[in-house]
């Protein structure tokens, strides 16, 4: 039996288009659309402004899945861990941060990752599948519902889960249907897409109408470092990946974030500091330490108070802009690089899957 289309995978186009071909009229996807994504309903009965006809059209020719919150954790900080349950029973992890100064939903892309990056957890788990538009934007209609936040502003960071730019087709569709007037309205300068430099796919994010704030895990100054800390780094090296952030269209009053895992006796010296600084001097930059968030499994250490304060003064002091990030949801392994959900095991041709 096939499955039905899933409206949470309609852009309001598409919609349109399928709502005239069944003989009703265009507007209603905006309907369908504010119902879905502002007053936030689960099931077509409830869009009770629609006609009953076209209800019932549409629930025999649509499905709306909704991902199901199976665990929720606290932390002691005020973050918040939902473990979220997909229709084909895989499950992913988002993040609710309050106060950074926005409040922030940390949102998945993939189940797992191909990265690989060893210093992550969540590379460890390998790529089990790319997430789909509706179940990338599906995890903000949950948490929206959860933490009762419909009429909240919020900002969404896509460094959960995955590597947003090797899901890219449907990374893009889900910003798409998140700005769209007519549901969340999300403007993209509040979205901000994190991804180690796969250079095509960030190429062609340089020609995207909606364009999210970028921030580049970078982690190391030079390819002998990173090649050991983020394998693609072995196919897309420093050089590279700076030369096509030099080329990206940034708006005005707008930088580029480099995100920088700080690994104890690894890439915390002062040398490696102001090589950091070397490298993106005269960029719109600004760079983001990231002392480590130390795990099982993570064969690395975080660096001291001391060493993390005199990376950030040297990278400063060079004149690059400079904040520390401050771990949030340590204690229930909510924090960066600790997003892991163990024992889903990969189809055949998922194993074989490779970064592109």
Not at 9 to 34: C, D, S
Not at 67 to 79: L, Y
Not at 124 to 140: C, D, F, H, S, Y
Not at 253 to 282: C, H, K, M, Q, W
Request: hydrophobic content about 45%.
């Amino acid at each position: 039996m096939m499955s039905l289309p899933d409206l949470v995978e309609q852009e309001r186009p598409a919609l349109e288009a399928a709502l005239a071909e069944l003989g009703y009229p265009r507007f209603h996807a905006g309907q369908v659309f504010r119902w879905i994504y502002r007053r936030g309903v689960t099931d077509v009965d409830g869009m009770t402004d629609l006609p009953r006809e076209l209800r019932s059209t549409l629930a025999a020719r649509f499905c709306l899945s909704t991902p199901a919150v199976v665990q929720r954790e606290k932390s002691v900080d005020g973050t918040e861990k939902f473990a979220l349950r997909l229709s084909d029973g895989r499950v992913i992890e988002s993040v609710f941060i309050p106060d950074t100064p926005a409040m922030t939903f940390c949102i998945s892309t993939q189940v797992g990752c191909a990265m690989a990056c060893s210093f992550c957890l969540t590379g460890k788990m390998g790529l089990v599948r790319n997430l789909t538009a509706g179940e990338i934007v599906g995890q903000v209609r949950v948490l929206v519902a959860a933490l009762e936040m419909r009429d909240a502003s919020y900002n969404i960071v896509l460094m959960g889960m995955g590597e947003p730019l090797h899901n890219y087709d449907e990374t893009m569709k889900a910003l798409r249907i998140l700005a769209d007037e007519q549901g969340f309205n999300l403007p993209p300068r509040r979205v901000t897409l994190s991804t180690v430099g796969l250079l095509p796919a960030l190429e062609r994010l340089a020609r995207e109408p909606i364009m999210p704030n970028l921030a580049i895990s970078l982690h190391a100054p030079t390819d002998a470092q990173r090649g050991t800390l983020v394998p693609i780094n072995r196919k897309y090296g420093v050089a590279e990946i700076i030369a096509a952030c030099k080329r990206f269209p940034l708006k005005k009053r707008s930088r580029i974030t480099f995100e920088y895992v700080l690994l104890a006796g690894v890439n915390d010296s002062p040398e490696d500091a102001r090589r950091l600084a070397r490298l993106l001097a005269g960029m719109k930059a600004k760079v983001n330490v990231i002392p480590l968030n130390a795990a099982a499994g993570i064969p690395f250490e975080r660096p001291s108070d001391e060493a993390i304060d005199r990376f950030a003064r040297i990278v400063a002091e060079h004149g690059v802009t400079v904040s520390v990030r401050k771990s949030r949801g340590r204690d229930i392994r909510a924090a960066c690089g600790q997003l892991i959900v163990e024992g889903q095991k990969k189809s055949a041709g998922q194993q074989l899957a490779v970064v592109l």
